[in-house]
């Protein structure tokens, strides 16, 4: 799937099945609330926290993937409703990014 085919396919499943979307406030939480269980996530399947025993059950890949996906669905939603080009918007942080670090990277010693 592209990334324009997800922005499109999500904003089909929420004009049908999601109702309508929040509006970017509340889309905006939401996203951080995602972005903070992924990162619970990785702090603790990759990182030096444990988990509680009632929560040991999810620390699979496939727990982390489903997480990460709820955050690139709520990013998908802020964009659409907000009239990004995901597929642009990538392509046009790429090349600042390129332009920007082409050397900064490769003469980094901490990246040797």
């Not at 996906?69 to 990013?75: P, Q, S, Y």
Request: with cysteine; net charge negative; glycine share 4%.
């Amino acid at each position: 799937m592209t990334i324009q085919e997800a922005q499109q396919v999500v904003d089909e499943w929420i004009k049908t099945i999601g109702v309508r979307y929040y509006n970017e406030l509340t889309n905006t939480a939401v996203l951080m609330e995602e972005v903070g269980e992924m990162a619970r996530l990785i702090a603790r399947i990759y990182g030096e926290q444990s988990f509680k025993k009632p929560e040991h059950a999810k620390t699979s890949k496939a727990d982390l993937a489903d997480e990460m996906a709820d955050v690139l669905f709520v990013l998908v939603c802020l964009a659409n409703q907000t009239g990004i080009d995901l597929t642009d918007a990538l392509k046009k942080n790429l090349d600042k990014k390129t332009n920007r670090d082409k050397e900064r990277h490769a003469n980094n010693e901490k990246l040797k």
